[in-house]
């Protein structure tokens, strides 16, 4: 297979993504390829000093060129894409960490016909309160609804922190050039192959990441961008997670019932059994399936973190995001217009 890693800027995690690669690859099978932009960017020396610690190892930095009107990411992807030596092609963000387990489920699952896969991302532990906001935004809000939705044979979230297809299927759907607007290139891709009848898997195995700057007001404002990423790229599913929240409902019929002045004792017994149960999930959750050990009153905050999500709902109407240098101008559909630097 080959791994195609866009990158621009040092994120915190990036050295140890790359560790990460050579672990997980001990027979040296994997062609690597680290795409950016300019040998001007601060992760370009990180790189290549990756590079030249594994001579022995087929790993190349890509110089894409200026990403001009197109999305970063989506532009690293599609410059990196025709040096690809392999069918099966991999793409990882910079902040996320492979393992042996990783590839070799991806690698089960194209041997069983899967012509593209998807790995949860599962926030590694972080430290301070923003580092818990990321956590519970990740591990305990994202990954729920897409595991039972794709249980259900309806996956629909496509996270781009660990995905792979076959070059014959991005072929399908019209390459990745025609995702090279879209705010949301993850979801627009894996929306694109599922209307094109493509079989998608979601993996096994989670991908850990570790987002960068891990302060309240960072974490805060990089989970208001992606609400307003969220909402405008798929507003029905955004509006489903939150109108289907067990937790809100039960609030919800608290509410009702205190305006109306009806007995509250169910609506609590409710309130009750739906925070305690959130929270008990997460619990096991983080042990079972992230193979995390945070202290048990950590779970705690999951009694009330559904009610405070709530202030990213207006949020998440904002038309304009910051990310990576640009600022972008989000239309319905997810599609993004350059409209300054930042």
């Known amino acids: 297979m080959t791994l195609i890693k ?17 672990a997980a690859d001990p027979l040296k099978t994997l ?6 932009e300019s040998e001007d960017d601060p992760a370009c020396p990180v790189a290549r000093a990756f590079a030249a610690r594994h001579p022995d190892r087929d790993i190349l930095v890509a110089i894409t060129g200026p990403s001009g009107s197109r999305m970063g990411k989506v532009h690293n992807m599609i410059e990196a894409l025709p040096r690809a030596k ?3 092609v991999l793409f990882s963000d910079a902040d996320t960490c492979i393992t042996a387990p990783l590839l070799a489920d991806a690698a089960r699952a194209f041997d069983e016909g899967a012509d593209a896969v998807y790995a949860m991302p599962y926030h590694a532990e972080a430290p301070g309160l923003g580092g818990l906001w990321y956590m519970i935004a990740f591990n305990h809000a994202f990954c729920v609804p897409v595991a039972l939705t794709s249980d259900l044979g309806q996956l629909r979230a496509f996270a781009g922190a660990f995905m792979g297809y076959k070059k014959s299927a991005l ?3 019209g390459g990745l050039e025609r995702f090279q607007n879209e705010i949301a290139d993850d979801y627009s891709l894996g929306a694109a192959a599922r209307e094109a009848g493509l079989r998608q898997v979601l993996l096994r195995e989670p991908v850990f990441v570790s987002e960068t700057g891990t302060g309240p007001g960072e974490a805060f404002r990089h989970i208001a ?7 405008w790229s798929f507003p029905a599913g955004y509006s489903a997670v939150v109108l289907m929240n067990p937790v809100l409902q039960a609030w919800a019929a608290l509410a009702l019932a205190a305006a109306r002045g009806a007995p509250l004792a169910l609506p609590l017994v ?7 149960s959130r929270a008990l999930i997460g619990f096991l959750q983080d042990r079972l399936v992230g193979g995390l050990r945070l202290p048990a009153a950590t ?3 999951l009694l009330v973190a559904d009610l405070g999500a709530l202030a990213f ?3 998440a109407l904002r038309r304009t995001v910051r990310w990576r240098g640009k600022v972008y101008r989000l239309s319905p559909g997810g599609r993004a217009e350059v409209v300054g630097n930042c």
């Open 171 to 173: 072929a399908r759907v």
């Open 6 to 22: 866009p990158v621009k800027g040092l994120d915190d995690a990036m050295e140890e993504s790359f560790r990460s690669i050579v």
């Open 86 to 88: 392999h069918d099966r």
């Open 270 to 276: 409710a309130v009750a059994a739906a925070s305690l």
């Open 225 to 231: 961008k992606w609400s307003s990423i969220i909402f």
């Open 299 to 301: 779970y705690l905050s």
């Open 313 to 315: 709902v207006p949020l």
């Open 31 to 36: 062609q690597v390829i680290v795409a950016l």
